[in-house]
């Protein structure tokens, strides 16, 4: 079952090459109580065999997948959206609200999960001084994640994930990192860029609907 794939994939990811100092990796899957969380909602949306759309993010925040290791899902959304009670932290994150208003509109989390897989070029995220940090902050985290984000993506693939094409949320330094990798390693045949989510809540809030129509006029294209 994909379901247990998942899980396994998630359990067992470590990054091997030395990140620059002051560099804090999150590893959500570490922990019991979140691990158990995961299996939930992936036995839920994804115990079956059929093949998934990926929508690809930067990488985990604290707030969202850093803590629940769902990613675009943080504590709030996992209980309220997806019907799975939990005892963390109900810190909303910013991102999070986006998808799963837009996951709404397209009529659910069932419906949405039944075809699509959200995962993110690194799945671990990282920390410095106690913030968030995007794996491209740094050249030389970028450098030392590489490696691992190549691997994880094709882990990821050969769990039968669908490759005709694929959705980059972000659609600046995150969209030309996958792009170059995608040409080198040709895992999809179009890479779709979308705005980031937090992008949208920060600073085009007021368009959110409008933003919400996007994300579904493209995802329309493998609806059919």
């Known amino acids: 079952m994909l379901s247990d794939q998942i899980i396994s994939f998630y359990r067992s990811l470590t990054i091997q090459n030395k990140l620059p100092s002051g560099i804090q990796v999150m590893n959500p899957y570490t922990d019991a109580y979140t691990l158990g969380l995961c299996k939930k909602f992936y036995k839920k949306?994804?115990?079956?065999?059929?093949?998934?759309?990926?929508?690809?993010?930067?990488?985990?925040?604290?707030?969202?997948s850093g803590t629940t290791g769902i990613?675009?899902?943080d504590?709030?959304?996992?209980?309220?959206?997806?019907?799975?009670?939990?005892?963390?932290?109900?810190?909303?994150?910013?991102?999070?609200?986006?998808?799963?208003?837009?996951?709404s509109a397209y009529?659910?989390?069932?419906?949405?999960?039944?075809r699509y897989f959200i995962t993110s070029v690194s799945p671990l995220g990282f920390t410095k001084a106690g913030k968030n940090i995007?794996?491209?902050?740094e050249k030389r985290l970028e450098e030392g994640v590489t490696a691992f984000?190549?691997?994880?993506?094709?882990?990821?693939?050969?769990?039968?994930?669908d490759t005709d094409r694929c959705y980059c949320l972000g659609e600046g330094k995150n969209y030309k990192f996958l792009t170059s990798l995608n040409k080198?390693?040709?895992?999809?045949?179009?890479?779709?860029?979308?705005?980031?989510?937090?992008?949208?809540m920060q600073y085009k809030r007021k368009q959110l609907s409008g933003y919400i129509e996007q994300?579904?006029?493209?995802?329309?294209?493998?609806?059919h």
């Not at 995007?134 to 902050?137: A, R, S």
């Not at 984000?149 to 994930?161: D, F, L, P, T, Y």
């Open 75 to 103: 504590p709030v959304r996992l209980e309220s959206a997806c019907d799975i009670p939990n005892t963390l932290k109900k810190s909303p994150e910013l991102s999070s609200d986006f998808i799963y208003r837009m996951i």
């Open 149 to 161: 984000a190549v691997e994880s993506m094709n882990r990821q693939i050969k769990m039968g994930m």
């Open 45 to 64: 949306y994804y115990h079956d065999t059929n093949k998934r759309i990926l929508l690809i993010g930067i990488n985990p925040g604290r707030f969202g």
């Open 215 to 223: 994300y579904l006029n493209a995802l329309r294209l493998t609806s």
């Open 107 to 114: 009529g659910g989390p069932a419906s949405f999960y039944e």
């Open 184 to 200: 080198e390693h040709r895992w999809f045949r179009e890479v779709i860029p979308l705005p980031h989510p937090r992008y949208i």
């Open 71 to 73: 990613s675009f899902t």
């Open 134 to 137: 995007n794996y491209y902050d």
